[in-house]
């Protein structure tokens, strides 16, 4: 009986989503999904959880994005959205599979938060100390390292450390792909059916893969954390931990998001509370970003696969204008 419910309310959501949408209404809160559930969801053989339909979201039919994209908007993927009344203000190839970098990091710090102690000590791994892909970003724990997971999350997320992110994963759920399943398993409670996870931290492989609809409804999520939201506002973090024969170890980690540091400049009336940055040679330069603008309303905007770093922030400051309700000024950057 409970499946048969589950089929009759998807089908009712998709209809819904074909009859109205996003921005139709401020006041019109549909808890769903703009995508068609994906084919398992569809055809019954898999039986989703209540927490399938997440609240309080914005929903885009795939057809109700923008019609003519700015042609300063060269980024493969785009959304701007007023998270405070659930408005829609420019969204371009949002359904579109996209590789994240090292975004996927907010998929793993929400998992972390859910199913993890803070205050439990995590001992760094031979795996998670020694990663060999060349340009991986790394924290630069080193084997038998012992950290709290509260300082190693806020170094995760600051530094984009993936030896942290393995550290993680292996922690909470004992290896990679337990933890993979685990993060795939909280994307399509939220909602998010289109994304698969392979790893914690984001580092290439062609079965890890989102969309950008499906980070924004993680980071709508996410920035109802206060853990979460102390973190990505923060332009440095100093890590105090010990290593493998008790001595104290200390490392400083500065932030990539260049909003914080000052290398990047967003449109007056508009304050960058911090966000989430990706870049790989197969995703391009990524940026996921939550701010406010002057009349304290919550705006969640996301760029991905940018041609580079001064065209990601270009076209972010694009994207926050709609927030202070003004023309656009490209982003200063080194």
């Not at 550290?167 to 004992?174: D, Q, S, T, V």
């Not at 392979?198 to 893969?209: A, E, F, I, S, T």
């Not at 508009?270 to 989430?276: C, M, R, S, Y």
Request: charged share 15%.
């Amino acid at each position: 009986m409970n499946r048969v419910w589950m089929k009759w309310g998807a089908l009712l959501l998709c209809i819904s989503i074909c009859l109205t949408g996003c921005g139709s209404s401020p006041n019109a809160l549909f808890h769903g999904k703009a995508e068609i559930p994906s084919e398992e969801f569809q055809t019954g053989t898999a039986e989703p959880s209540l927490s399938y339909l997440s609240k309080g979201i914005c929903v885009i039919p795939k057809n109700g994005q923008t019609k003519e994209p700015a042609g300063l908007m060269t980024a493969k993927a785009s959304l701007m959205i007023n998270d405070s009344s659930q408005t829609m203000l420019y969204s371009h190839h949002i359904y579109e599979k996209v590789y994240p970098a090292s975004i996927t990091k907010i998929v793993t710090a929400l998992v972390a938060l859910k199913y993890g102690n803070l205050e439990d000590t995590v001992t760094v791994s031979y795996n998670a100390s020694h990663i060999t892909e060349y340009g991986a970003k790394l924290c630069g724990f080193e084997e038998g390292d012992q950290i709290v997971l509260r300082d190693l999350l806020y170094s995760f997320l600051i530094c984009s450390g993936n030896d942290a992110g393995i550290a993680i994963a292996e922690h909470i759920a004992g290896d990679v792909n337990s933890f993979a399943k685990m993060m795939n398993r909280e994307m399509k409670a939220l909602g998010a059916v289109n994304s698969h996870f392979v790893n914690p931290h984001g580092l290439h492989d062609k079965n890890h893969y989102t969309t950008a609809y499906d980070l924004y409804l993680v980071f709508h999520q996410l920035i109802q954390n206060e853990i979460f939201l102390d973190i990505i506002q923060q332009p440095g973090y100093t890590a105090k931990f010990l290593d493998k024969k008790n001595k104290q170890k200390t490392l400083y980690f500065s932030t990539t998001d260049r909003y914080l540091i000052g290398r990047a400049v967003p449109p007056s009336g508009v304050t960058v509370i911090g966000g989430k940055t990706g870049t790989t040679s197969d995703a391009g330069s990524c940026l996921i970003l939550y701010s406010k603008g002057e009349n304290a309303q919550d705006f969640i905007s996301i760029v991905l696969k940018a041609p580079g770093a001064y065209a990601l922030y270009d076209q972010m400051n694009y994207l926050l204008a709609f927030a202070a309700g003004k023309t656009v000024n490209t982003a200063v950057a080194e």
